[in-house]
């Protein structure tokens, strides 16, 4: 059931474009308008919302995290972002007008099906967004997005993570279009870039025979740091996350803005560090922030593996590696940005022997608080 491949992670990795397009799929109407009645959840109550709090953990918190830039920018609504086993514990200032968004692949989290019932408790609507039909999370759920990536059975998440992204992005539009904040005309455009997603994770794909290279040379590493900015930011962590997970090796992904006030102490000659580069067509000047930030570490002796857009050659002179992705707006390109990094680590633990379906200490879903 592998079909050819030597892992379920490899070959899930590869069933990528297709969890994104399939997610996509008869969400919009032929003008690029959401319709996502599926949901449950009336447009009056959700017109209503004054505020998104997302919960979920690991790699599904991620998602979330990317989810808030977009949220934020397309509805204008605000949005926090939350471990499901944190929210519960706090005394979460939720109410009816508030949207809980829990994001999960198994359906099946206990942690977050504990916050699910504490915000239902608290009055909240609660929206799953999840890849499993008929999952305990959507079961207790006023409604329910699911994502289509289809069976996930590595244990380390990738396809549904591109799937949960993809899903919020869809959540995001649809909320600006019911509470007015964008043009039709703007959301369809959005819609279209979308669609567009699926062929460019395909390139990323078909490229990545240099990422394996570089797995390689770096299979004796002991620490790996992962920088990002923007969307870029919970990339970083999945980055880093991915390779604890799958490699058992020490890795940490930082907002690239924090490394002065830090981290920046850990660079040391030799040091890999993974730069997530924003677009350079992202907002404000974060581009050309990253760029110095790679300068900075470069000139600490830190070997630098630099993901950016085709064309971005500011890079070129600070990196010792350039992963090239396709140039795509910038609040979709966690979509495309993260593929490299995954195949990284599963390269690399391939290359240690490690068995990478079924890391040491890991299950796939998480049924105990
Ligand atoms: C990481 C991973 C975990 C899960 C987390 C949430 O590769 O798989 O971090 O993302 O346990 O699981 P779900 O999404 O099923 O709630």
């Given at each position: 059931e592998k079909g050819g491949y030597a892992t379920f992670m490899a070959k899930e990795i590869d069933e990528q474009p297709q969890a994104v397009a399939d997610t996509l799929r008869?969400?919009?109407?032929?003008?690029g308008r959401l319709v996502?009645?599926?949901?449950?959840?009336?447009e009056d109550v959700l017109a209503q919302v004054d505020k998104v709090v997302i919960v979920s953990c690991g790699t599904s918190c991620y998602a979330g995290m990317v989810a808030k830039y977009a949220i934020e920018r397309w509805a204008r609504l605000p949005v926090e972002v939350e471990y499901s086993h944190e929210f519960r514990y706090r005394e979460p200032?939720?109410?009816?007008?508030t949207l809980v968004v829990a994001i999960t692949?198994?359906?099946?989290t206990m942690d977050t099906l504990m916050a699910v019932r504490h915000a239902r408790q608290l009055g909240a609507r609660v929206l799953a967004i999840c890849n499993?039909?008929?999952?305990?999370v959507p079961r207790e759920s006023d409604g329910v997005l699911y994502t289509h990536a289809g069976p996930e059975v590595a244990v380390a998440s990738t396809k549904a993570f591109l799937a949960q992204i993809t899903a919020t992005y869809l959540l995001g539009l649809y909320l600006a279009q019911v509470r007015k904040q964008m043009d039709p005309a703007d959301i369809a455009e959005v819609m279209r870039e979308l669609q567009a997603v699926p062929d460019k994770v395909q390139k990323v794909l078909d490229g990545s025979e240099e990422v394996r290279r570089i797995a390689r040379w770096m299979a004796d590493t002991r620490s790996v740091l992962f920088l990002g900015r923007h969307v870029g930011y919970p990339v970083a962590l999945e980055g880093a996350l991915k390779l604890k997970e799958l490699a058992y090796i020490h890795a940490e992904g930082f907002?690239?803005?924090?490394?002065?006030?830090?981290?920046?102490?850990?660079?040391?000659?030799g040091q890999p560090v993974f730069v997530v580069v924003p677009s350079p067509h992202g907002p404000g000047s974060v581009h050309s922030k990253v760029i110095s930030n790679i300068q900075e570490i470069r000139a600490r002796g830190a070997r630098t593996i630099v993901i950016a857009e085709e064309g971005d050659d500011e890079v070129v002179p600070y990196a010792e590696e350039v992963i090239r992705v396709p140039a795509t707006p910038p609040l979709l390109a966690p979509l495309v940005t993260v593929v490299p990094l995954q195949v990284f680590a599963c390269e690399l633990a391939t290359a240690k022997g490690l068995d990478v379906d079924q890391p040491r200490n890991l299950a796939k879903s998480v049924t105990v608080e």
């Open positions: 008869a969400r919009s109407d032929l003008d996502l009645d599926e949901m449950r959840l009336d200032v939720v109410g009816p007008r692949q198994s359906g099946e499993t039909h008929g999952s305990t907002a690239a803005g924090e490394l002065k006030h830090g981290p920046i102490a850990l660079i040391e000659p």
